[in-house]
């Protein structure tokens, strides 16, 4: 096979983080319809969690024709990002990260949140789980991957979830305060109807980002099921389980009275309408006078001012993605507002507070969001303490906090591993209280600045939510406390005693208290919207300070002059906004009330409290991974060539636990070209802190033509030594192989060991379709051994990718890549590498020898240096689609290329019509344009075509410019 390539004998098969940690034992809770795998020190969350997913089968069960007989669903509280996901591959299972969700982001506005989640999941397995008409006896045959509906769009299937999530709990997106800020915020800007049904599937760098099938999908559902009966949910998934993929709109048609895309059109004209009403109230009073702050960044929020009002710090997302906390100084007016771009030195991003190294998310089902909650300045000095999610294991990715000295430019980090976010210092500047994070828990601590001890305060009951503690005094902590009742108030906490008091609690779902000019203040959504309140701290009465048409969330006030700084929810995402005192002081102390968009729809249900689930009523066993091994399923493939009228047949396999102590995976693929089946298989054991596994693979390759062809066979263990410890970007992967090469006429074997090490920090951003900056380097060698007919072999490989970001024009990147083989034995070039000529993914970070233009396997050799060179720059963005077919076309960009190679080996001579001796005094060249579209088909594969125009300056051994067409899977989106 001309696409499977040499360097399979050293490829590396990088050291990804764990799914747990190696030392932790987990336990088998087992429910009539799930399997609840749980840390064994974690069993009273676990049983919890098997009471609510039986309370989900009970409400789900209404909605759905076919179910699977068992669920496995894995409690890992290895982040402190709240998300999940579901799928059916291999096994329908769940994934779910249980932390709270925090105060910014869409789930924030939860009730009972456990339920809530794994309704919301489990609705996508059942989803999945419809397979009718002929798909019933093709599901026999093809195994688990057999799943209809799991074609939808992601709106469809993101949608329906969303809105079983509100309509079977007291909580739910569709009840969302935040959600409703959005919508007010696209109507107030008159651009509601501008988002159209093909955007709404996609993740785009735009607001609002990855929250569109969240969205715009529950829109969908919910007006389906206000329009007919909930049982609209029942019906369309039945008729969809036994359609062709991705003609979807005779069901609606047949059941709406319209296809999707008009019943989309209409369904934002309605919610426009009802937004109107609310907007119709509102607008009695005018809106508090606002002005954007930093208009540059893309989004802004959690603004925090300095003791003495010199300095502003607060969160911005550039326009590239990149977020950092930005420091800026009072300008000439004697406000932040940004005036000049010099305000903002460089020296005063202090730090890229949303880089997560590597945290496989393995599709998430929700948008990240909220890995920085806050931002706060020590009183008399200029330090800023701050949270951050970083990794804390190869497995664990925790929020801990992070002190910054504004003075020196020097970040210290305060805690490790503490789970500690939401800080804020006491008045005297030695401590700081936190909110400390556990699985569907949150602890009130402090914790001391100079012996960096943490001591926990108060204990919250499960699932109720501490967030944003702040001092009143040095006696008396103030926070906000939501309960699984939806019900969110005021709590003061008194440190001597413990003793706890709720506070103004006529103002519902309080957050963000903080103390200022000695009263509290504080954010409500009393009057509907979010808005700030101000209180004396003497009664229990408290007076509007904004009228805000979105919301208005975090803030800070200016001590000196008393201004105010606030997150508000544009049409364009959250910015911070300046009010002047002056302004502020014009807001009436009530303010015009409105009422819950789909208060008809989803009225509040009776808030009774959740009973722990008893533990006997479920048996727990020790968990076993075996049962979940055997083959699920399998993809056949076929793909033809007109070139060289061949054709292969593939078929695919693979296979985990749900804890990933084990993965494999095995593909078979005929080649008509070459007659033969390549076999190649793998396996990877990570029970233990270092992993290990084996490669076996069998292959024939061909060069140039059919007939020139070689087998190889490989037969490898290996061990990937844990040096996380040693750098986070590092993985290392030592290995034993037995290779043999076999052509018509020779045949070679080898036999010895190897390793290959790997370093990669690497800068990616969805506004770019490539790595933007950063660099990855490695090195490997080969030693095989004389023994009998063994041969004898040392090979060196060495390489690495460069991204200078930038250096011309803004967003163009320059892109270096050099891979280099080499031996010092000279016995066979099939020994060596050949190029490929073709790039089937993005950027490898393996070694891949590529001369485009040329012919597959036109070079070969035991030494080979390969430099490959781009210049990448965007086009234009499309971001097109024709209403709900499976196909969207992100952007256009392009790229000037050049590969070169120096080899010691042969090359193809195609005049001549033979392969050739060459040496590496002799260089082979070519130069290129590549036009690269970013595309997503099927509703949810990124895939990227590239039609490359190639000129090879080879002479003799290649003929004229060349155009080919390509398809790289899984490109950076």
Excluded: C
């Excluded at 036994?242 to 709109?249: E, L, Q, S």
């Amino acid at each position: 096979m001309s696409k499977i390539f040499l360097f399979v004998l050293f490829v590396v098969i990088f050291a990804h983080s764990f799914e747990v940690p190696p030392s932790l034992r987990f336990k088998t809770i087992e429910t009539p319809h799930f399997y609840v795998v749980v840390d064994e020190k974690k069993m009273d969350t676990g049983f919890f969690i098997a009471g609510s997913l039986e309370r989900a089968y009970k409400a789900l069960d209404p909605y759905f024709s076919q179910k699977p007989n068992k669920t496995t669903v894995v409690i890992n509280d290895k982040t402190d990002l709240t998300n999940g996901y579901a799928t059916r591959i291999p096994y329908p299972h769940i994934m779910i990260y249980p932390v709270l969700p925090n105060t910014s982001e869409s789930l924030a506005d939860y009730g009972d949140w456990a339920f809530e989640l794994l309704a919301h999941e489990y609705a996508h397995i059942l989803t999945f789980e419809g397979a009718r008409s002929f798909y019933r006896y093709l599901r026999p045959v093809f195994g688990s991957i057999i799943s209809p509906n799991g074609l939808m769009p992601r709106w469809w299937k993101e949608g329906v979830s969303v809105y079983l999530e509100t309509q079977l709990s007291n909580g739910g997106r569709l009840r969302s305060n935040y959600q409703e800020s959005l919508l007010r915020s696209f109507v107030l800007n008159d651009t509601l109807s501008d988002f159209k049904i093909f955007e709404i599937n996609e993740f785009l760098h735009t607001w609002p980002e990855g929250n569109r099938p969240y969205l715009f999908g529950s829109l969908i559902w919910a007006q389906m099921a206000a329009e007919e009966t909930p049982t609209i949910v029942k019906q369309l998934h039945d008729r969809q389980a036994g359609r062709v993929p991705f003609f979807i709109n005779t069901p609606a048609e047949d059941y709406l009275g319209s296809d999707y895309e008009k019943f989309f059109e209409d369904t934002l004209f309605t919610t426009e309408e009802k937004v109107l009403k609310q907007i119709d109230v509102i607008k009695q009073l005018p809106e508090s006078i606002a002005q954007p702050m930093d208009p540059k960044s893309k989004y802004s929020s959690s603004p925090a001012i300095s003791f003495d009002g010199k300095y502003l710090a607060y969160l911005a997302v550039s326009k590239r993605d990149v977020k950092e906390v930005k420091i800026l100084e009072k300008n000439k007016n004697g406000n932040f507002i940004v005036l000049d771009p010099s305000q903002i030195e460089n020296s005063n991003q202090i730090d890229d507070i949303y880089e997560v190294d590597d945290e496989d998310q393995n599709n998430p089902d929700g948008p990240i969001a909220g890995n920085i909650q806050r931002i706060s300045w020590i009183p008399k000095t200029y330090k800023i303490v701050y949270d951050k999610i970083d990794t804390y294991s190869p497995a664990e990715s925790y929020s801990d906090l992070f002190l910054f000295d504004f003075t020196t430019k020097k970040t210290e980090r305060l805690t490790s591993g503490e789970r500690a976010r939401e800080a804020s210092p006491s008045p005297e500047g030695d401590q700081v209280v936190f909110v400390k994070l556990d699985a569907l828990k949150t602890r009130l601590a402090v914790l001391d600045l100079k012996t960096k001890k943490v001591k926990v305060l108060w204990s919250a009951p499960l699932q109720e939510r501490i967030s944003s503690p702040s001092y009143v005094d040095a006696t008396t902590i103030i926070f906000s406390l939501r309960k699984p009742t939806t019900e969110e108030f005021l709590v003061s906490y008194d440190i001597s005693s413990g003793a706890m008091k709720p506070m103004l609690t006529d103002f519902p779902e309080a957050r963000y208290p903080t103390v200022l000019g000695g009263n509290l203040y504080f954010s409500s959504t009393k009057n509907g919207i979010r808005n700030i309140y101000i209180n004396n701290l003497k009664d229990s009465k408290a007076e509007a300070v904004t009228h805000i048409y979105t919301g208005s969330f975090s803030y800070t006030l200016d001590p000196l002059t008393k201004d105010m700084y606030f997150t508000k929810l544009t049409s364009k995402g959250p910015q911070v906004h300046f009010s002047s005192q002056t302004d502020l002081t014009k807001t009436p102390d009530e303010l015009p009330k409105i009422g819950r968009l789909y208060a008809n729809q989803f009225p509040d249900k009776p808030k009774t409290p959740i009973a722990p689930e008893p533990k006997g009523n479920f048996p727990a066993r020790d968990y076993s991974p075996y049962s979940y091994l055997w083959p699920r399923y399998w993809i056949p493939f076929v793909a033809t060539s007109s070139s060289d009228n061949r054709f292969l047949l593939q078929a695919q396999t693979s296979g985990f636990d749900p804890l990933k102590k084990h993965t494999y995976s095995l593909d078979l693929v005929f080649d008509s070209a070459t007659g033969k089946t390549a076999v190649d298989g793998t396996y990877l054991n990570q029970v233990y802190k270092h992993k290990f596994g084996f490669v076996y693979n069998e292959y024939t390759t061909y060069f140039v033509f059919a007939s020139n062809a070689a087998t190889y066979s490989t037969r490898s263990v290996f061990v990937q030594p844990n040096i996380w410890h040693m750098s986070k970007n590092a993985s290392l992967q030592v290995s034993a192989k037995q290779i043999d090469a076999k052509t018509s006429t020779t045949q070679y074997s080898r036999e010895g060991a190897g390793f290959m090490f790997n370093y990669a920090d690497l800068e990616r951003t969805n506004s770019l379709s490539t790595p933007f900056s950063g660099q990855n380097y490695y090195v490997g060698m080969n030693q095989y051994l004389k023994s009998g007919e063994k041969i004898q072999q040392t090979q060196f490989l060495l390489g690495t990718s460069q991204y200078w970001p930038d250096l011309l024009v803004e967003n163009h990147v320059i892109y270096f890549k050099l891979d280099a083989l080499y031996s010092s034995d000279r016995i066979s070039p099939i020994l060596g590498m050949p190029t490929n000529s073709l790039l089937l993914q993005q950027d490898p970070l393996v070694p891949y020898f590529l001369m485009r233009g040329y012919l597959q396997g036109q070079f070969v050799g035991e030494t080979m240096i390969n430099p490959k060179f781009e210049y990448r720059f965007p086009m234009r963005e499309i971001n097109r689609g024709n209403s709900t077919h499976p196909i969207f076309l992100r952007r256009l960009h392009g790229a000037l290329i050049s590969d070169g190679v120096f080899l010691d080996g042969r090359a193809y001579h195609k005049t001549d019509n033979v392969f050739k001796n060459v040496s590496t005094n002799q260089s082979f060249w070519n130069m290129g344009f590549e036009f690269r579209f970013d595309l997503n088909i099927a509703y949810q594969m990124p895939l990227t075509a590239i039609i490359g125009i190639y000129n090879p300056l080879a002479g003799s051994y290649t003929s004229s410019s060349s155009a080919t067409t390509s398809f790289q899977v899984g490109s950076f989106f």
